[in-house]
């Protein structure tokens, strides 16, 4: 299906977020769009897909037809479906009746059928599901699977992926590259917006940069990724030196440390972790990192072993002790459970404060806020929603609600879906944090360069075995993507310090 | 924003002509006329002075509820159970009444402890519904419902059984308390100032702890997000217990008002249905503690001013109940059109 | 999003206001009471009134505990109510479903005061359920005069006197009604089992049980039977009438009497519920009656299974109340009237009555004649000796009971199943 996309505008009150684009995608073309956060891209994409309506005067086309979307209801029987940045699924529901929303047909959905598609398009694309699991039982990068899933089913012949590599692992990625570059056979054309720019470079046909709300140049292959990163940002940056740090004394003492949950067992672990040291987590999701941190943190309670914090005996303990003893986690689900929508920046920085007496001072408030906001250079007001914002002003928001002292920090995902700049910032921040209060961060991230780019050592989980940790400053990507995919395990042998 | 506000006013407006529309329509269909039906309930409600006082005295346990169901609403909770804890209220009341009437202690002292004593009663009336919910995993509207249920038997049960009048076994409640243990009158009308100033009391004392305290904030953050506001440190279930607390406390001084003030005994509807209509009147003024007043106010002067329905028009008075109804619906219904035009609109 | 939502009731409040303000104005302070009275009833009445006399008719006021259509004890008041507008220049302002449940929140006597702020110069309490607060208005009101159906504050033989100058007390001599339908129910039983659908329990309630009772044990004995075979059972709701949730619901009651063996169910309740499933289960294959209460008409609720039904005609005795009010004469007394023995279903004079149904035979209608009539001679079954429902002697052999020991009647009497509910 061929898209032309005519003098697109979009006010959102005074912001101009879409400034007259004009893009034509040829049918059975895998189109980029590259863009850092706040370039216009999801607005674009929302656009297209119905979710928002576009100034008077902007005009879609659909294989030469002019089109008007009032919702994204009306954009998929156009055949147009769009997959979110976070899946918009419905986590208490079984997976297969979440397949079921939106489909047409009676009130009665005939479930054997579904159930079969369901399977035969699973094992299609090689993603192994159970379609009567729940889908809150998933990963973030299973949801994203299964809403893939979903929107082909539902018929989508121009697919837009919003930043659809954040979540999921390599193996994953490569498991969809492979799917989305057979699309453009059967004549369906796929939108992929990302700011992550090999992904674009290794499966893009033609790259659309966005900047600023206007689209800055079109490109074809041989891609030249400087060029690329100077249209998105106007100079060239990159991630810039590892940087070896002086650890301190031990902050967290894992010993013999055994986790188990229905899906999954974890056992004994040991780790000591430093005062200044960095611990990257890798592995597919839902290896066992995740349980991990969350034990970290108290979250998770263990089946055995015991945790030990500043050389306290935090085992069995509840988040909030371990809280109190200077650990914060960062979820990866921001809005779902980092920060609470519907509250401003202002009241979270107050809420992350200790109560000084019985009522607030508004003042302080508003001074911490601007404070906060300015140091943590957050693009919003004090008086701000935490909806409000972007993705990556919601992470640095998180990151100013950190407490102090602080003594180990946790975060599942830190960057994800943030552009290069942002990841940069967020992470020297961090980094700072951790100097001045002499804390460690253990984190968990698909993005292998971002782990050995930050980490100091690296644990690997496969299906819950956990490697040995590595250096960082001596192992490969390539070594940790064979150990993700379960390979060369024999070596590394299990865990421990 | 200014744009904005006036948008929403327009909203509004649109949603209480609606109502008012569609109760007019009601009316005109059953051959009343409706301005001859809106005159008589003002007049009814604000006509004269001992009217008014008539409004207050529902006004006044109405704010109570009103006042509580802010502080569940704001933590996330749905205290349907509210109107079970007026009555527990009116029943801890009545109990301290029965215990301490002949106990010779000055019947000021008696009627605070009595009052007190209903707070408490519907605080723990209230706290069951939070053990439910917290521990038991009894969604608390469930939960709030079936202790309802029990509250009316437990009435029933005592009005019928151990505090029964003398002789008497009949729906009419328990024997009068002699006037000196009532909440004094003003002279000629039937609302005690001291009424008043218990409801005002508590409304100022919940908009402060909503809109200026540490506890306000936290509370509001487990409402809008349980799961962050515990990783944010706050202790999420013991928040939602506290929140169950103040609303049963308030509820149960509604309670207390009601015998006190009111019946000056336990009577089975004993509540009133206050307890419902304070969800209604939580509902309109979505958590805006400051404007639980004036709607509370007008919900009172619409159910004591349709009194005059009946009597003066041979109308039904439960027209104010549908009135009611018709406009939290509609307000609720311009509130939703309101929220998906306006994110199309972005 | 909703942050101006409250703003709404304000403007609801304005709106009120203003509409009523418009649609107010012309006729807004003269003629106020006139306009508005525009019931079907109020229009009938007005040329008559003119024509009697020029002057202002006499407005009383009425709390019905019921619905002023229940076909039982608020209706038989509504239409003394009528009576007396007939009868006298005199006009009606009433409110029915007085009562905490269908009217929360409000006091009987916070809505006498309502109907006083529309005219009422006297106000008519209906229930035992308003006596306190009858007494609470009458003090507060001492010009306004007052009727306390059913009460027995102004009684100065009785145990709870108080003077209070604007209020009456009356009361008709149901005992009569009582006994004569407990004579039907006893004539009329195959099982030699009756059932009494029992109000609430008080002295009024008990009395008027045991009266049943009298009733059918004399009747019962009189024809022949062995006194021994008669069962008489009262089961009590909790109130004058069904409120769900609260009381026990009368259909259950009688359902459960009929289903027993029982096949006789005399209403002691505000509406005759009875007699709709006396009709189910005579339907259904077993023969079943039933005897009403309170209304004169009340056996059209299912004629076929009506044995007749014991009224009050409160008409008379309220329009003397209502004329000497209104004239100046007004006297504060406890009016305890019996039936008209000349004519008991006399609408004029008679404060109760009597009207046998379609179900009583022709034989058993001849006996209960024979009963009234024996009655109107003299017959006083509250004669010793009677034991109360414990054992204890109440009136010795011979021993007539006077009005204080038949008001007063602490308990059940002997021989009747159910609850005293005494101490």
Same mark, same amino acid.
């Given at each position: 299906?061929?898209?032309?996309?005519?003098?697109?505008?979009?006010?959102?009150?005074?912001?101009?977020?879409?400034?007259?684009?004009?893009?034509?995608?040829?049918?059975?073309?895998?189109?980029?769009?590259?863009?850092?956060?706040?370039?216009?891209?999801?607005?674009?994409?929302?656009?297209?897909?119905?979710?928002?309506?576009?100034?008077?005067?902007?005009?879609?086309?659909?294989?030469?037809?002019?089109?008007?979307?009032?919702?994204?209801?009306?954009?998929?029987?156009?055949?147009?479906?769009?997959?979110?940045?976070?899946?918009?699924?419905?986590?208490?529901?079984?997976?297969?009746?979440?397949?079921?929303?939106?489909?047409?047909?009676?009130?009665?959905?005939?479930?054997?059928?579904?159930?079969?598609?369901?399977?035969?398009?699973?094992?299609?694309?090689?993603?192994?599901?159970?379609?009567?699991?729940?889908?809150?039982?998933?990963?973030?990068?299973?949801?994203?699977?299964?809403?893939?899933?979903?929107?082909?089913?539902?018929?989508?012949?121009?697919?837009?992926?919003?930043?659809?590599?954040?979540?999921?692992?390599?193996?994953?990625?490569?498991?969809?590259?492979?799917?989305?570059?057979?699309?453009?056979?059967?004549?369906?054309?796929?939108?992929?917006?990302?700011?992550?720019?090999?992904?674009?470079?290794?499966?893009?046909?033609?790259?659309?940069?966005?900047?600023?709300?206007?689209?800055?140049?079109?490109?074809?292959?041989?891609?030249?990724?400087?060029?690329?990163?100077?249209?998105?940002?106007?100079?060239?940056?990159?991630?810039?030196?590892?940087?070896?740090?002086?650890?301190?004394?031990?902050?967290?003492?894992?010993?013999?440390?055994?986790?188990?949950?229905?899906?999954?067992?974890?056992?004994?672990?040991?780790?000591?972790?430093?005062?200044?040291?960095?611990?990257?987590?890798?592995?597919?999701?839902?290896?066992?990192?995740?349980?991990?941190?969350?034990?970290?943190?108290?979250?998770?309670?263990?089946?055995?072993?015991?945790?030990?914090?500043?050389?306290?005996?935090?085992?069995?303990?509840?988040?909030?002790?371990?809280?109190?003893?200077?650990?914060?986690?960062?979820?990866?689900?921001?809005?779902?459970?980092?920060?609470?929508?519907?509250?401003?920046?202002?009241?979270?920085?107050?809420?992350?404060?200790?109560?000084?007496?019985?009522?607030?001072?508004?003042?302080?408030?508003?001074?911490?806020?601007?404070?906060?906001?300015?140091?943590?250079?957050?693009?919003?007001?004090?008086?701000?929603?935490?909806?409000?914002?972007?993705?990556?002003?919601?992470?640095?928001?998180?990151?100013?609600?950190?407490?102090?002292?602080?003594?180990?920090?946790?975060?599942?995902?830190?960057?994800?879906?943030?552009?290069?700049?942002?990841?940069?910032?967020?992470?020297?921040?961090?980094?700072?944090?951790?100097?001045?209060?002499?804390?460690?961060?253990?984190?968990?991230?698909?993005?292998?360069?971002?782990?050995?780019?930050?980490?100091?050592?690296?644990?690997?989980?496969?299906?819950?075995?956990?490697?040995?940790?590595?250096?960082?400053?001596?192992?490969?990507?390539?070594?940790?993507?064979?150990?993700?995919?379960?390979?060369?395990?024999?070596?590394?042998?299990?865990?421990?310090? | 924003?200014?744009?904005?506000?006036?948008?929403?006013?327009?909203?509004?407006?649109?949603?209480?002509?609606?109502?008012?529309?569609?109760?007019?329509?009601?009316?005109?269909?059953?051959?009343?006329?409706?301005?001859?039906?809106?005159?008589?309930?003002?007049?009814?409600?604000?006509?004269?002075?001992?009217?008014?006082?008539?409004?207050?005295?529902?006004?006044?346990?109405?704010?109570?509820?009103?006042?509580?169901?802010?502080?569940?609403?704001?933590?996330?909770?749905?205290?349907?159970?509210?109107?079970?804890?007026?009555?527990?209220?009116?029943?801890?009341?009545?109990?301290?009444?029965?215990?301490?009437?002949?106990?010779?202690?000055?019947?000021?002292?008696?009627?605070?402890?009595?009052?007190?004593?209903?707070?408490?009663?519907?605080?723990?009336?209230?706290?069951?519904?939070?053990?439910?919910?917290?521990?038991?995993?009894?969604?608390?509207?469930?939960?709030?419902?079936?202790?309802?249920?029990?509250?009316?038997?437990?009435?029933?049960?005592?009005?019928?059984?151990?505090?029964?009048?003398?002789?008497?076994?009949?729906?009419?409640?328990?024997?009068?308390?002699?006037?000196?243990?009532?909440?004094?009158?003003?002279?000629?009308?039937?609302?005690?100032?001291?009424?008043?100033?218990?409801?005002?009391?508590?409304?100022?004392?919940?908009?402060?702890?909503?809109?200026?305290?540490?506890?306000?904030?936290?509370?509001?953050?487990?409402?809008?997000?349980?799961?962050?506001?515990?990783?944010?440190?706050?202790?999420?279930?013991?928040?939602?217990?506290?929140?169950?607390?103040?609303?049963?406390?308030?509820?149960?001084?509604?309670?207390?008002?009601?015998?006190?003030?009111?019946?000056?005994?336990?009577?089975?509807?004993?509540?009133?249905?206050?307890?419902?209509?304070?969800?209604?009147?939580?509902?309109?003024?979505?958590?805006?503690?400051?404007?639980?007043?004036?709607?509370?106010?007008?919900?009172?002067?619409?159910?004591?001013?349709?009194?005059?329905?009946?009597?003066?028009?041979?109308?039904?008075?439960?027209?104010?109940?549908?009135?009611?109804?018709?406009?939290?619906?509609?307000?609720?219904?311009?509130?939703?059109?309101?929220?998906?035009?306006?994110?199309?609109?972005? | 999003?909703?942050?101006?939502?409250?703003?709404?009731?304000?403007?609801?409040?304005?709106?009120?206001?203003?509409?009523?303000?418009?649609?107010?104005?012309?006729?807004?302070?003269?003629?106020?009471?006139?306009?508005?009275?525009?019931?079907?009833?109020?229009?009938?009445?007005?040329? %008559?009134? =003119?024509?009697? #006399?020029? &002057?202002? @008719?006499? !407005?009383?006021?009425?709390?019905?505990? $019921?619905?002023?259509?229940?076909?039982?004890?608020?209706?038989?008041?509504?239409?003394?109510?009528?009576?007396?507008?007939?009868?006298?220049?005199?006009?009606?302002?009433?409110?029915?479903?007085?009562?905490?449940?269908?009217?929360?929140?409000?006091?009987?006597?916070?809505?006498?005061?309502?109907?006083?702020?529309?005219?009422?110069?006297?106000?008519?309490?209906?229930?035992?359920?308003?006596?306190? %607060?009858? =007494?609470?208005? #009458?003090? &507060?009101? @001492?010009? !306004?005069?007052?009727?306390?159906?059913? $009460?027995?504050?102004?009684?100065?033989?009785?145990?709870?006197?108080?003077?209070?100058?604007?209020?009456?007390?009356?009361?008709?001599?149901?005992?009569?009604?009582?006994?004569?339908?407990?004579?039907?129910?006893?004539?009329?039983?195959?099982?030699?089992?009756?059932?009494?659908?029992?109000?609430?329990?008080?002295?009024?309630?008990?009395?008027?049980?045991?009266?049943?009772?009298?009733?059918?044990?004399?009747?019962?004995?009189? #024809?022949?039977?062995? @006194?021994?075979?008669?069962?008489?059972?009262?089961?009590?709701?909790?109130?004058?009438?069904?409120?769900?949730?609260?009381?026990?619901?009368?259909?259950?009651?009688?359902?459960?009497?009929?289903?027993?063996?029982?096949?006789?169910?005399?209403?002691?309740?505000?509406?005759?519920?009875?007699?709709?499933?006396?009709?189910?289960?005579?339907?259904?294959?077993?023969?079943?009656?039933?005897?009403?209460?309170?209304?004169?008409?009340?056996?059209?609720?299912?004629?076929?299974?009506?044995?007749?039904?014991?009224?009050?005609?409160?008409?008379?005795?309220?329009?003397?109340?209502?004329?000497?009010?209104?004239?100046?004469?007004?006297?504060?007394?406890?009016?305890?009237?019996?039936?008209?023995?000349?004519?008991?279903?006399?609408?004029?004079?008679?404060?109760?009555?009597?009207?046998?149904?379609?179900?009583?035979?022709?034989?058993?209608?001849?006996?209960?004649?024979?009963?009234?009539?024996?009655?109107?001679?003299?017959?006083?079954?509250?004669?010793?000796?009677?034991?109360?429902?414990?054992?204890?002697?109440?009136?010795?052999?011979?021993?007539?009971?006077?009005?204080?020991?038949?008001?007063?009647?602490?308990?059940?009497?002997?021989?009747?199943?159910?609850?005293?509910?005494?101490?």
């Amino acid at each position: 299906m061929n898209v032309e996309l005519k003098n697109i505008h979009k006010h959102f009150g005074s912001v101009h977020a879409n400034k007259g684009i004009n893009l034509n995608i040829p049918t059975g073309t895998i189109q980029g769009i590259l863009g850092e956060n706040g370039a216009g891209k999801s607005t674009l994409m929302k656009i297209l897909s119905g979710f928002i309506q576009p100034d008077s005067g902007s005009e879609v086309f659909l294989d030469g037809k002019p089109v008007v979307m009032h919702s994204p209801a009306d954009a998929i029987k156009y055949g147009v479906g769009m997959l979110h940045q976070d899946p918009l699924d419905f986590p208490p529901m079984k997976l297969l009746d979440n397949f079921l929303l939106g489909l047409p047909g009676g009130i009665f959905p005939n479930r054997k059928e579904a159930t079969q598609d369901f399977s035969l398009l699973a094992r299609e694309y090689g993603f192994t599901f159970d379609p009567e699991n729940y889908v809150d039982s998933l990963t973030v990068g299973e949801r994203q699977q299964l809403e893939i899933m979903r929107l082909l089913f539902l018929g989508a012949r121009v697919f837009i992926l919003d930043e659809p590599t954040t979540g999921i692992s390599a193996g994953q990625k490569e498991k969809l590259f492979a799917t989305l570059k057979k699309f453009p056979e059967q004549a369906m054309t796929v939108i992929f917006v990302s700011h992550k720019l090999e992904d674009v470079e290794s499966l893009c046909d033609r790259v659309a940069v966005l900047r600023g709300g206007e689209l800055v140049g079109e490109t074809q292959p041989p891609y030249v990724t400087s060029k690329l990163v100077e249209m998105m940002f106007g100079k060239e940056i990159t991630l810039g030196e590892r940087q070896p740090v002086q650890t301190g004394g031990v902050v967290l003492s894992m010993k013999n440390v055994s986790l188990e949950d229905v899906r999954m067992k974890v056992k004994n672990v040991s780790l000591d972790v430093r005062a200044g040291e960095v611990i990257g987590l890798a592995g597919m999701e839902g290896s066992g990192q995740g349980m991990f941190i969350r034990a970290c943190s108290g979250l998770m309670r263990p089946v055995g072993g015991r945790i030990e914090l500043k050389d306290k005996d935090l085992t069995g303990k509840s988040y909030h002790t371990f809280k109190r003893a200077g650990v914060n986690f960062l979820p990866a689900a921001r809005l779902e459970e980092g920060l609470v929508p519907g509250l401003n920046l202002t009241e979270h920085f107050i809420l992350a404060e200790e109560p000084k007496g019985l009522f607030i001072d508004r003042m302080m408030g508003q001074q911490l806020a601007e404070e906060r906001i300015k140091s943590f250079n957050i693009r919003g007001k004090p008086h701000s929603t935490v909806e409000s914002l972007s993705g990556g002003n919601q992470q640095r928001a998180e990151l100013a609600l950190l407490q102090s002292p602080l003594s180990l920090v946790l975060l599942e995902h830190p960057t994800r879906g943030l552009d290069i700049e942002s990841v940069i910032y967020i992470w020297s921040k961090l980094k700072d944090r951790c100097k001045t209060d002499g804390a460690a961060i253990i984190f968990i991230s698909s993005d292998l360069e971002e782990i050995l780019q930050y980490s100091d050592r690296v644990l690997v989980f496969f299906n819950g075995k956990v490697s040995a940790p590595l250096d960082a400053g001596k192992t490969t990507v390539e070594e940790l993507g064979q150990l993700i995919g379960g390979k060369g395990w024999a070596d590394k042998g299990e865990a421990h310090d | 924003m200014i744009k904005d506000r006036f948008g929403n006013l327009a909203y509004q407006l649109a949603a209480l002509l609606l109502a008012f529309g569609v109760v007019s329509l009601i009316l005109i269909s059953v051959d009343a006329s409706p301005s001859e039906t809106y005159k008589n309930i003002f007049k009814g409600s604000f006509g004269e002075m001992r009217k008014f006082a008539e409004v207050l005295v529902a006004f006044v346990p109405l704010l109570l509820v009103t006042a509580g169901l802010l502080v569940t609403f704001s933590s996330g909770l749905w205290n349907i159970g509210v109107e079970g804890q007026v009555v527990l209220g009116a029943i801890a009341t009545t109990w301290v009444y029965r215990l301490l009437l002949e106990s010779g202690l000055p019947p000021g002292l008696i009627i605070a402890l009595a009052i007190l004593g209903g707070m408490v009663g519907g605080a723990i009336w209230a706290a069951l519904a939070g053990i439910l919910k917290v521990f038991g995993g009894v969604n608390e509207i469930f939960g709030g419902l079936g202790l309802n249920f029990v509250s009316t038997a437990l009435t029933i049960y005592l009005i019928f059984g151990p505090w029964k009048r003398p002789g008497v076994a009949s729906m009419s409640g328990t024997v009068p308390f002699p006037d000196e243990f009532s909440l004094p009158l003003l002279a000629n009308l039937r609302i005690s100032p001291w009424a008043l100033v218990i409801a005002f009391v508590g409304i100022v004392v919940i908009y402060f702890l909503l809109q200026g305290t540490y506890f306000g904030l936290r509370l509001k953050a487990v409402g809008k997000n349980f799961r962050a506001a515990y990783l944010l440190g706050i202790p999420t279930w013991q928040y939602a217990m506290y929140s169950f607390l103040i609303c049963g406390a308030l509820a149960g001084a509604a309670g207390a008002v009601q015998v006190a003030a009111v019946y000056h005994r336990l009577i089975p509807s004993i509540s009133s249905g206050y307890g419902y209509l304070g969800l209604m009147v939580a509902m309109l003024i979505n958590y805006q503690a400051l404007w639980a007043v004036p709607v509370a106010l007008f919900f009172a002067a619409l159910n004591i001013g349709s009194i005059q329905l009946p009597i003066v028009m041979k109308l039904d008075s439960s027209l104010s109940g549908v009135l009611q109804g018709v406009l939290v619906l509609f307000v609720l219904l311009a509130a939703g059109v309101r929220q998906k035009f306006g994110r199309k609109a972005q | 999003m909703r942050t101006y939502l409250a703003r709404l009731a304000m403007l609801a409040m304005a709106l009120m206001l203003v509409l009523s303000a418009c649609g107010g104005q012309p006729a807004a302070t003269e003629e106020a009471p006139a306009a508005t009275e525009e019931a079907p009833a109020a229009t009938e009445e007005a040329p %008559a009134a =003119t024509e009697e #006399a020029p &002057a202002e @008719p006499f !407005v009383f006021g009425m709390l019905l505990v $019921g619905p002023y259509n229940d076909n039982g004890w608020s209706q038989a008041h509504y239409e003394a109510g009528l009576y007396v507008e007939e009868k006298f220049n005199a006009k009606m302002i009433y409110l029915d479903k007085v009562n905490p449940a269908d009217r929360p929140g409000t006091t009987p006597d916070q809505l006498a005061e309502e109907l006083v702020a529309q005219g009422a110069k006297l106000v008519i309490f209906n229930s035992d359920d308003m006596k306190d %607060a009858s =007494t609470t208005f #009458a003090k &507060a009101n @001492p010009d !306004v005069y007052v009727i306390m159906a059913s $009460g027995d504050q102004v009684w100065e033989d009785g145990k709870v006197y108080e003077p209070i100058p604007n209020l009456t007390n009356i009361m008709g001599r149901m005992e009569y009604g009582k006994m004569i339908g407990g004579c039907a129910a006893a004539l009329s039983t195959e099982t030699g089992k009756i059932g009494y659908l029992g109000p609430l329990i008080n002295d009024e309630t008990r009395r008027l049980a045991a009266s049943a009772y009298l009733g059918a044990k004399h009747c019962w004995e009189q #024809a022949g039977n062995d @006194p021994a075979a008669l069962e008489f059972k009262v089961t009590w709701i909790g109130f004058w009438f069904h409120i769900p949730g609260f009381t026990t619901d009368p259909v259950d009651v009688s359902k459960d009497f009929y289903s027993t063996g029982f096949d006789v169910v005399i209403s002691g309740i505000d509406n005759p519920v009875n007699l709709a499933e006396a009709q189910k289960f005579t339907a259904e294959g077993t023969p079943s009656t039933g005897v009403a209460y309170d209304y004169v008409a009340a056996c059209s609720a299912a004629p076929d299974v009506c044995l007749g039904v014991p009224y009050f005609n409160w008409g008379p005795d309220y329009l003397t109340a209502i004329m000497s009010a209104a004239d100046g004469t007004w006297e504060s007394q406890f009016i305890f009237s019996g039936p008209d023995w000349s004519d008991i279903n006399n609408h004029d004079t008679s404060a109760i009555g009597f009207v046998k149904g379609d179900a009583l035979s022709d034989e058993n209608a001849a006996a209960l004649d024979a009963f009234i009539a024996d009655l109107a001679g003299g017959l006083n079954l509250w004669t010793g000796p009677i034991n109360l429902q414990d054992g204890t002697a109440y009136l010795a052999d011979g021993e007539e009971a006077t009005d204080q020991q038949v008001w007063y009647l602490p308990q059940l009497l002997e021989g009747m199943q159910g609850l005293s509910a005494s101490e």
